[in-house]
């Protein structure tokens, strides 16, 4: 299916009821789970992520599908190895070829048994768990926070707690933060100093957690006001002080046009001065945001310069190239190390009569492409039911806007 999207007739004023953060939601119910709290948590997010987490944890199975969810899966086989029994985790052709030997690795030293069911490295996992011992444990933290944040979360549950130090660069460090200061919020403290990060023994206490609004889908309402210029938005449901890493798109924005004030009703987003002409941001921090700024910047026609992109390539797809390839069709010619860059210098090639951009089932390529109708016109977006991994309503929400998007 293609959904042909076109720009809004007139540019208007919209309150946007933001969907509520994966990120939070699959750390939350995983931790309540840890807590064995009866509370069921508030403002659980709508994603199939968070969905497909919250049916594995209610299952009567030892089978569990997370599909395309990375949190999901690397939580999930955390958590796993240290219940008794036999657990089998699988997921999409894609979760088949993100690797996983890092945090396997890592839980059968702590004391578990998982074991490969297909290729060495990758999901599908068998996990035969047990109790863990827990103590000390070197790990790379340079390709995914993700392996950090499940073991982080277990380790108050093992026998010895947990000290983790993580070798070579720190990737996607305000994800590890968010993690810990979750872990507080459900009652245990941990330390991180320099490369190490302690948690002690100790027990989760039930708590009321309620989830907030998702700083990285705010980004495509960022995106839209910068390429619609007169529009006033009114996004819902954020938090000012967030630890969302993602919430840095804010800032990030000022420089192309976006002035963002947060009042009573929400955070007020208007037209501003664009201060750059050119975008040089280094995304180790914040790589869900990498292609709303590539596909903004472009369309902007203001050059830019991005580093620290070395996760992109195992995300949902290969997002550099995805970015380079589908660029191209609206007229954009990028450049690439194909390993952690990615650049624009201005080139650009005949534009294609209405693009067709494939999403390559990443619910971030869809997202952040829709935006460009603003600018280059009728475009058809391939595959367009990928949103649902975040942001489930988010076509609803550019209909209400304005934007007319049709089955083709
Ligand atoms: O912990 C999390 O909730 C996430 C961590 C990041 O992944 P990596 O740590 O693999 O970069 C991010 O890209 C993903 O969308 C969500
Ligand atoms: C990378 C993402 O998700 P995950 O790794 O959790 O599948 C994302 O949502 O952009």
Not at 169 to 188: A, D, N, Q, W
Request: aromatic share 10%.
């Amino acid at each position: 299916m293609q959904y042909t999207i076109s720009a809004p007739k007139q540019v208007s004023a919209y309150k946007v009821a933001l969907p509520t953060s994966k990120s939070i939601s699959n750390r939350a119910l995983i931790l309540n789970a840890l807590a064995y709290s009866a509370k069921p948590i508030k403002n659980l997010s709508d994603s199939d992520d968070t969905q497909l987490m919250l049916k594995a944890l209610q299952s009567e199975s030892n089978v569990f599908d997370v599909g395309a969810a990375g949190t999901t899966m690397r939580f999930l086989t955390a958590f796993l190895s240290k219940i008794v029994g036999e657990w089998t985790i699988t997921g999409s052709e894609r979760m088949k070829q993100r690797p996983i030997k890092i945090l396997v690795e890592a839980l059968n030293k702590l004391g578990a048994k998982i074991e490969y069911i297909e290729q060495e490295g990758y999901p599908p996992l068998r996990i035969y768990g047990s109790a863990l011992e827990g103590g000390d444990l070197e790990l790379s933290g340079n390709v995914s926070s993700q392996y950090i944040s499940a073991l982080l979360m277990i380790g108050p549950t093992m026998k010895d707690g947990l000290r983790l130090t993580l070798s070579g660069e720190i990737i996607s460090r305000p994800y590890i933060s968010l993690t810990l200061k979750m872990m507080e919020t459900f009652g245990v403290k941990s330390y991180w100093k320099g490369n190490t990060i302690t948690v002690p023994e100790g027990n989760y206490q039930a708590t009321d957690f309620s989830v907030e609004a998702d700083w990285s889908a705010a980004s495509y309402w960022f995106q839209i006001a910068a390429l619609s210029k007169d529009c006033q938005l009114n996004l819902q449901g954020l938090k000012r002080y967030s630890e969302q890493g993602d919430a840095k798109v804010a800032a990030l924005f000022k420089q192309l046009g976006v002035n963002a004030k947060f009042s009573q009703k929400g955070l007020m987003l208007t037209s501003s001065e664009i201060t750059t002409n050119k975008f040089s941001y280094n995304f180790i921090e914040q790589p869900d945001l990498a292609q709303t700024f590539a596909v903004t910047c472009c369309c902007l026609g203001i050059p830019f310069k991005f580093t620290g992109l070395q996760t992109l390539k195992i995300k949902e797809t290969d997002r550099i190239n995805a970015l380079i390839v589908e660029l191209k069709k609206m007229g954009f010619v990028l450049n690439s190390n194909q390993i952690d860059d990615l650049s624009w210098d201005g080139a650009t090639c005949k534009k294609d009569e209405k693009p067709c951009i494939s999403t390559y089932k990443d619910h971030r390529m869809a997202m952040a492409f829709a935006p460009a109708a603003l600018i280059i016109g009728d475009m058809q977006i391939d595959d367009p039911g990928v949103v649902s991994k975040s942001y489930p309503r988010y076509w609803d929400h550019l209909k209400e806007f304005g934007f007319g998007v049709k089955e083709k």
